[in-house]
């Protein structure tokens, strides 16, 4: 029932841009905060950015503050990602998760930053 589906990554060099996308569907988006976390190989997830659930608070990881936007489309489901002056750390899988329900992932989608 339960649904997050992640897409929009790929190769980048560094200091280009993404904008990640995740589709939600079978639970009340507009009520949940939502939040994007990542993972590399060998790497504990990290969390990278969350918004409230009507998108007037948004946090960021020190790591990607002042590169990356979150941002929610509550009509459409949806939280963004843009990611701007990527750099090779930030390469990993990206996942979105809902704060209401922490347990759910998508399948992720994986970013690549890479000359």
């Known amino acids: 029932q339960v649904k997050l589906v992640e897409s929009g990554g790929g190769l980048v060099q560094p200091g280009g841009s993404l904008k990640l996308s995740c589709a939600t569907s079978g639970f009340t988006f507009s009520r949940s905060g939502m939040r994007w976390y990542r993972q590399a190989p060998g790497k504990e997830r990290e969390l990278v950015a969350t918004?409230?659930?009507?998108?007037?608070?948004?946090n960021y990881a020190d790591s990607v503050k002042g590169r990356f936007t979150i941002s929610r489309d509550n009509a459409k489901n949806t939280v963004y990602l843009q990611m701007n002056a990527l750099k090779p750390e930030d390469t990993a899988v990206y996942y979105c998760?809902?704060?209401?329900?922490?347990?759910?992932w998508g399948q992720g989608t994986q970013v690549t930053v890479s000359s």
């Open positions: 998760n809902a704060a209401s329900l922490p347990d759910y």
């Open positions: 918004i409230s659930a009507l998108g007037f608070t948004t």
